[in-house]
């Protein structure tokens, strides 16, 4: 397993780090069935982009010296299929977030929705979430808002090539779009709500491609026995 990356597709509920923890004991079993006591340089073992844990799909892991290798495979544009909740908001974004549901809004129509999924088509400006994986300081972004600190995260221009309607029945609308290294699809979600003026959070994301590896090609984290 050294040198080398695995395309995995993450469950639901599991951390990117979750994932990393049960590959290298999965490693260091190989090891101890070798007789060999493993240096932390053969242990190495990482992933190359955070999934949130209500997310699925596409985590390539990293073994070895392909770890260097990681900021290469953070730069490549990545596809999503995701669920968004019309109608409500989340303090997180997604599902995990405390919810607040909105009343009497006017259901958007299927033209409304086309319309603004048009208008977060391109390069647009995004300012992370609080709750995401960024360092402010040196801190992750999502602890100081656990501790309930607000900070200041600075925006940046993201590129959304396409955003395609995979079905609309209110309050839900499922999407899928390919966007740039950097682009946060809960921030997506609630932008689109946000131009819909209904409100919205994205309650379910599936991450189908990163560059040109597929979720077609993973593995499923059950089948890694360690």
């Known amino acids: 397993m050294n040198d080398e990356i695995i395309l995995i597709d993450k469950p639901v509920d599991w951390t990117s780090f979750d994932v990393v923890a049960k590959l290298r004991g999965k ?35 990293l073994y070895g010296e392909s770890c260097k290798r990681a900021g290469d495979f953070l730069k490549l544009d990545k596809v999503y299929e995701a669920t968004i909740h019309l109608g409500a908001t989340s ?23 086309q319309s603004a999924l048009v208008k977060y088509t391109g390069i647009i400006t995004q300012t992370p979430p609080q709750f995401s994986a960024i360092k402010i300081g040196g801190v992750r972004a999502y602890k100081l808002a ?22 609309y029945e209110y309050p839900m609308l ?26 919205a959070y994205c309650s379910a994301l599936l991450r189908t491609k990163i560059g040109e590896y597929s979720i077609e090609d993973a593995q499923g984290i059950e089948s890694q026995a360690s």
């Open 146 to 167: 656990r501790e309930g600190k607000s900070v200041e995260i600075p925006s940046r221009d993201v590129t959304i090539h396409s955003i395609d309607m995979l079905g």
């Open 174 to 199: 499922r999407i899928k779009t390919h966007v740039s290294s950097g682009t946060y699809i809960r921030t997506l979600a609630e932008g689109i709500g946000e131009a819909l003026d209904v409100g």
């Open 91 to 113: 303090t997180t974004g997604d599902p995990e977030g405390e919810i607040t549901e909105r009343i009497d809004v006017t259901v958007p129509t299927v033209e409304e929705v």
């Open 27 to 61: 490693l260091r079993a190989e090891y101890a069935a070798k007789g060999v006591k493993p240096t932390k340089k053969q242990l190495r073992v990482g992933h190359a982009g955070t999934l949130d844990p209500f997310a699925t799909g596409l985590l390539i892991i």
